[in-house]
């Protein structure tokens, strides 16, 4: 029988013990005591800057202080509010580089308070109740198309439905959750969270779910237009970039597709991974990918990376996460080649520089033995859905203003698939938010002219004497 461990690419090389270990949650949420113990750790500061530091403006001191006080009810209500998907943005934000890194503690003592663990705690609490904790206004007659039904809209989708209009939310994947669902590393999200997460958000009601359906695939904007009262566009990021002019082989491979594979599979035994993998990129895709690579038992991973670790996209914490997870960092390292071995991938080729070397002159070429190279050099924004649509872009992305608004009147977009953005999961929510109040904000502004516009005659008439009234008023005072 075959040996997997031999095979340059092949699954089952741990036993499910293994797996499950090396798949299990990341972080563990804490207990009752240990939240208590962690809340008073929080000065609750006036003006706190872990406030400013949050893309979705959540009142941090405030959940804390309800923790702090027993009532965990109460600080998921505060997180939900400002960002209905706490719960997944405690497990994913990149806390290091906001909240915890503005935090008071962080730069008296540099041990901040645990925000993220702490938001998760009260946002578990409430998900375990499976009560949706908002209601629906009273319905607008308004019906809003949502496309995407990544963060960015199904955070737009459950602020409409909040504010009572009729939200249908269209979907190419058979899934919702966007990259919660299809990107996000399995250990930062166990236990179908991203799904037990839409099924919360959806409980609002109001919000009918169309999966299965692009936009640019027998959907169409000026469709989508004609039959809704606003469009709001969260499509992501449906593009890689691949590495030009290095030829093909087998076993090169897209990371988010390599991702992708690995959340959707029931079973990780099923996975290939290579014994020698090479990931090329500096993001938090390429560090993922590393990761669970070695998870799935590859013995040696190295991600090559063409710049310092000050210049990766990914945080200090996730270089040192693939680092403790056995992953080696290669910096200012560019791929020029491939080495092949009957029609394989054998050795990837990089241009090696010094980091000192203004000039970027290469120090030598090295070869890295890989018999699986993983490619995370970024996502693209693929424009082609918006068919004949006037959308304007700026750097290949939609363009929109401060409230989200794009340039065709009536049609609003948010997430990783505007200008300008942060490309995180807080950030696509926050924009889907924005851009409901602002749709909201527009569509009653449009029913209160709408109205004034068919006032009754009697009422008309009324306005009229009225105006006329003080007019002649206004003359008699020698205004
Ligand atoms: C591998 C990976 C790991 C990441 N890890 C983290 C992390 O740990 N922390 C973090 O904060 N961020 C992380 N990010 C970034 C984060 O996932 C994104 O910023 C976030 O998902 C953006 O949300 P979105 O709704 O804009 O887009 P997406 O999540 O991409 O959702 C877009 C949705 O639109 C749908 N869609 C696309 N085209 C069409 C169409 N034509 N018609 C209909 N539907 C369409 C897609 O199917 C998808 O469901 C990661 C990204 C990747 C790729
Ligand atoms: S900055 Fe830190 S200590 Fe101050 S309120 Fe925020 S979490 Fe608490």
Known sequence: MMDPTHEPVAGGRLDAEAYARNFADLTPPL?????FVEAERCYFCYDAPCL??????????LFIRQIAAGNDQGAAETILSANIMGGMCARVCPVETLCEEACVREHAEGKPVHIGLL?????????????????RAPSTGKTVAVVGAGPAGLSCAHRLAMLGHAVTLFDAKPKPGGLNEYGIAAYKAVDDFAQREVDFIL?????????????GAGLDLATLQADYHAVFLGLGLAGT???????????????????????????????????????????????DAAV????????????????????????????????????????????????RQDGRVSAALFAQRRPDDAAGSVARTAAVPADMVLVAIGQTFVEAPLGTATVALSGGRILV?????????????????????????????EDGKQAALSIDRALKQAASQADRSVLPASLAGVAASAASLAATAAAKLGL
Request: charged share 25%; with cysteine.
């Open 31 to 35: 207990t009752r005591h240990e939240a």
């Open 52 to 61: 400013n530091a949050c893309p979705t403006r959540i009142d941090i001191a």
């Open 119 to 135: 938001q998760r705690h009260a946002t578990d609490a409430v998900m375990k109740t499976g009560e949706q904790p908002f209601g």
């Open 203 to 215: 409980s609002i009601g109001g919000i009918e779910l169309r999966p299965g359906m692009a936009l």
């Open 241 to 287: 970039n691949a590495l030009e002019g290095m030829g093909e082989a087998a076993h090169i491979v897209d990371a988010v597709g390599f991702i992708e594979a690995l959340r959707q599979s029931g079973n990780k035994a099923e996975l290939p991974v290579g014994r020698r993998v090479v990931v090329v990129g500096g993001g938090m895709t390429a560090v």
């Open 292 to 339: 669970q690579a070695k998870k799935l038992g590859a013995e040696e991973v190295t991600i090559v990376y063409r710049r310092g670790p000050e210049h990766m996209k990914a945080s200090l914490f996730e270089q040192e996460l693939a680092q403790k997870n056995g992953v080696t960092i290669r910096h200012w390292a560019s791929p020029v080649g491939f080495e």
């Open 401 to 429: 203003d401060e409230e989200r608004r794009t340039t065709v009147p009536g049609v609003w977009a948010g997430g990783d698939c505007v200008a300008g953005g942060q490309d995180l999961t807080v950030s696509a929510v």
